[in-house]
């Protein structure tokens, strides 16, 4: 695979492991065999050691973009309004953020641990007033 098939975003993303896992993948396999492409990539890793920042590079290091795990809350109570939440299902789904995706799969699994956690107590009760309802009648 030609060394132009990958930008400089894509290259500085897979560095920062913010590039989507299948395009990442393709790079890796193309680093192997592509010793312009390695040498851009070691280029554009020169440039961020050095100092050399751009917007860009601020930006993404900053996670400008990200929502916030609030907002990630909110998204996934389906709390926000349409165009907050179409933006944070694009910026998970588009963009492929892995960053924000993890924080969603631990919201959700806190909020899943959550309800297991209510859910245990109120079964155990009604277990017991059942049961104690069924020795009256019995009894």
């Known amino acids: 695979m030609p060394e132009r098939d990958f930008s400089d975003a894509e290259l500085i993303a897979f560095m920062d492991e913010a590039l989507q896992p299948s395009r990442s993948s393709e790079l890796e396999a193309a680093l192997r065999d592509d010793e312009s492409l390695r040498a851009r990539l070691v280029q554009l890793r020169g440039r961020d050691a050095a100092g050399l920042h751009t917007i860009g590079g601020i930006w993404r290091r900053g996670r400008l ?36 995706a993890a924080n969603l799969e631990d919201l959700k699994a806190a909020a899943n641990a959550q309800t297991a956690k209510q859910i245990r107590p109120r079964r155990t009760r009604f277990f017991q007033t059942s049961a104690g309802y069924l020795r009256k009648e019995n009894g």
């Open 65 to 100: 973009s990200c929502p916030s795990r609030d907002d990630l809350g909110a998204f996934l109570l389906d709390a926000l309004e349409d165009e907050h939440a179409d933006y944070i299902r694009f910026h998970l789904e588009q963009i492929g953020c892995r960053i924000c």
